[in-house]
């Protein structure tokens, strides 16, 4: 398969002293790596410049050019307009002002007719979210989703929050901001959403599973459910096969090929029974009603939300007790998170009238969304693909991989290795010549499902 370069529909820089824009494409594309993950807040661009002394006109009379960062730019915060589009006219457009910035210049390296440094892109949020006059100081009380949006509207001050994605939350969370930074109170935040979906119990999220993801893609910003982000429902999940000879072509059902690949974390048993992914103890103790209260939550062999594959790993009877269930591994004491709950617009008497109520129950969330941060990311893989600008962080692809046997045929693993997974970090690499879209991988259960 040949690899096709990115077409560069725009990509400039504007000037902080004057109105001056400049093409940074030049004479030919620059190198660019184009992030995201589901563990970073705003979108990153690096870009590698070439410039030969002639992006700009001098302001001298000689009318002789001269390079970028002589002509002023690159002092960081610049607005960048971005627009790319691979070979089947997908696109990752943020030409609006109010999308990238500048975050650094690293290197310039100066050669005998050109220099050449690398620059730095991000999400104009990154910036926002420092600023002293966008804290998150005002009381917060509602949905833990919905505080997710309050606070990208009205502390960031994004106009993405309009388009941003978001899965609701069955709990509730009323505090003080308390001076956290948005992107901090988000993070945290992340870890209390109980998500509205049925469990591979068939019963109601809480008390079963919880854990959310708050990211950026390009099609803005995502708060969702772990569980969600594995769920097929409704999602167009593409396909991809990795073939043992470079000349065989792409079966009608996949989208295309797996370039290379790398199994970097099949499995880590012993690191999962360190962290208590199959199974924990919670003692929690109320300081208003004096109560201590011991809690076992235990993953069942599917896993207590939605899972990617049939079947979470079995374990040695060794380590389950006499129903066979996993015997916990760790303990954690927390205090119940009661006492001057803050809900809505309360006077300080409705505020004290409510001190014996719980705020949010740590029983049904701190261990749930541990084990499934934990389980979730069991397994990691790497693979390297065509271009593929319609990919997004978050996003479930199903990848083929070979089985390992003597079989005189081959075939795809259909119990280890293939499957779908979840896209934790994504790159996509382009220069004048050559264009890939590199995937980091996760999953938490074996076997492919039907």
Not at 284 to 290: A, R
Not at 371 to 377: F, S
Not at 412 to 437: E, P, Q, W
Request: glycine share 8%.
């Amino acid at each position: 398969m040949t690899a096709t370069a990115l077409q560069f529909n725009k990509f400039e820089i504007k000037s902080n002293i004057n109105d001056d824009t400049v093409d940074l494409r030049g004479t030919g594309n620059p190198i660019i790596e184009y992030r995201e993950s589901v563990f970073m807040p705003y979108i990153e661009i690096t870009a590698y410049i070439v410039d030969t002394g002639n992006t700009l006109p001098a302001n001298d009379g000689t009318g002789a050019g001269i390079g970028l960062l002589e002509g002023g730019f690159g002092q960081g915060t610049e607005t960048i307009l971005f627009n790319i589009e691979d070979e089947r006219g997908n696109k990752i457009n943020l030409s609006r002002d109010t999308d990238l910035r500048v975050a650094s210049i690293i290197g310039d390296y100066q050669g005998f007719k050109s220099s050449t440094f690398q620059m730095k892109v991000v999400s104009k949020e990154a910036f926002d979210n420092t600023l002293l006059k966008n804290r998150c100081n005002q009381k917060f009380s509602g949905k833990v989703s919905d505080i997710a949006r309050a606070i990208v509207r009205e502390n960031l001050k994004s106009p993405k929050w309009h388009s941003m994605n978001t899965d609701e939350t069955l709990d509730e969370y009323h505090a003080w901001g308390e001076d956290r930074l948005p992107f901090e109170m988000l993070l945290d935040i992340q870890q209390l959403g109980i998500p509205n979906i049925q469990t591979s119990k068939g019963k109601t999220a809480k008390g079963n599973t919880a854990g959310y993801l708050f990211f950026q893609t390009a099609n803005g910003y995502q708060f969702r459910s772990l569980d969600k982000l594995y769920d097929t429902t409704g999602r167009t999940v593409k396909r991809y096969i990795e073939n043992s000879r470079s000349d065989e072509g792409i079966p009608e059902s996949y989208d295309g090929k797996v370039l290379w690949s790398n199994m970097s974390k099949s499995v880590n048993a012993l690191n999962q029974f360190e962290t208590g992914a199959w199974a924990s103890q919670i003692h929690v103790f109320n300081e208003v009603t004096k109560k201590y209260e011991v809690k076992d939550l235990k993953s069942s062999g599917k896993g207590n939300g939605i899972t990617a594959g049939r079947h979470l790993p079995k374990l040695n009877k060794d380590y389950l007790d006499d129903n066979g269930e996993a015997l916990p591994t760790i303990k954690e004491k927390v205090r119940q998170a009661v006492g001057q709950t803050v809900v809505g617009f309360d006077s300080i008497e409705k505020q004290v009238e409510k001190t014996d109520l719980i705020n949010y129950n740590n029983e049904d969330i701190i261990q749930q969304a541990h084990q499934n941060y934990r389980q979730k990311m069991n397994t990691s893989a790497e693979i390297v693909i065509q271009a593929d600008l319609s990919l997004n962080a978050g996003d479930l692809i199903y990848c083929e991989f070979p089985e390992l046997s003597t079989k005189v045929t081959t075939i795809g693993s259909r119990t280890r290795k293939s499957g779908i997974y979840m896209i934790a970090d994504l790159c996509h690499y382009g220069d004048v010549g050559n264009s890939f879209t590199g995937l980091h991988l996760v999953r938490d259960s074996y076997g492919v499902k039907t």
